[in-house]
Every structure is written in C-alpha cells, then in structure tokens.
C-alpha cells in the first residue's frame, strides 16, 4: 500500500460545512501537486457534497452497523457509499464501538465496499481487531490526541508492538496518530513500520492548512 495520510475533518468548526470544503479542496491540490496519498475523513452530511467536488477518496467518521430497512437516525453504510464515500473511520476513541457492532461493520463494509480503517488505543486493542482482517488499523493512544507531542516522539514503542501484534494475525498496514504535526514527526512513524498517519488539529486547525499538510507530506 501507498503510504498514506488521512486528514480526519472531525466536527471542527474549520472542518465542517463551507469550512470543510475549502479544506477538501486544499487537500486535493497538495495530493495533486506532490503526487502523494491523502485521504480525508468527514462528517458524513458532507460526504456528498465534498465527494462531488474533488477526486481524493473521502471517507465517513463513522457508520452504523446496518443494512437498509426499518432504522431511523442512523448513518447507513450503502447511503455513504452512493453519496461517495469510499471507505470509512471505525471505533476512534471520540465515537468507541461495542466489539461486536465493530465485528458487524467491518462485515458490511466489505459488503458494500467502503474500506475500513479500524482505530485503536493500544496493542492489544489492536491485535483483537485484527482478526476481522479491516482494511488498515490505527494505532492513537488516547491521552496525545489533540496535543503537540506526536505517538512517534512520545511513545514509538506502542507503533512498533501495534504492527508487531497486528502481524500475527494478519498482514494489515498499521497507521498511526495522535499529535502529528510536522514532517518529523511523519518520518518517525515511516520508519518505524507505520504505513501512514491519520492527523486532525495540525492540519484543519492549523492557521495555513496548505502549508501544513505540505510540510506533512514531506515526511512520507
Ligand atoms: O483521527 C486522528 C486524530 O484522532 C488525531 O488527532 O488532533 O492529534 O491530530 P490530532
């Protein structure tokens, strides 16, 4: 797999709405320019404006465990996918599923076929989702989320232990996050196994996202 960063929009304000397609639209053109793999993830009431407007896979938050029927107030994997989603989040640490709603999920997305990456806290966590073979698992220790100290400055063992555990299972590519915000930061995890990043405040929170993202991407 191309190494890859996902831009995770959240619910920042800068991240939402009008904001949040400017930001997609910034995130194409440095995709474009450099020749390098970014994802964004979105609000899913933006994925089908956003998708409409740029070609960078643009992936969901978030699904729910359901096929279409009698379901109210849920976010439906086959609607994601007609409105353009190509993948999504599962089981980050702001939106944790039950292990069998996750199991479930997994299940349908590679039904309907949107990828998955599969976020969790520590190894373990990681190593248990593995066997549901998701198409990428990240590792985002909680407490460094949002912060300024990246999980491969802080705490790289937890990357390493993460693919080594994950490797037992299956052969998924372990990205990482929590923190990320420079091209040091980004090598780090590059060299240490990791197959991406997923970031979210250094970019969409960032007072010039174009240049933060292209100083990212130089760490690739
Ligand atoms: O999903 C990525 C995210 O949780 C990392 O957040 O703000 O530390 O880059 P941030």
Redesign the pocket.
Known sequence: MKPVI?V?F?AYKEGTGKEAVELAKICEMVALETGKNIVI?VEEVDIHKISSLVKIPVYSEHLDPIYSGAHTGQNLPKALKDNGAEGT?LN???DRFRIDQLEESIKIAKVIGLKTVV?ANDSNIAEAVASFKPDMI?I?PPE????DISVSTAKPEIITDTISKVNKTAIIPVLC????KNRSDVKKAIDLGAKGI????????ASNPEESLKELVEGL
């Open positions: 996902i995770n959240k993830a989040i980050h640490s702001e976020c990240a985002e460094l989320i949002g912060g996050g929590a923190g990320i997923l970031v979210a405040s250094g970019i969409v929170k």
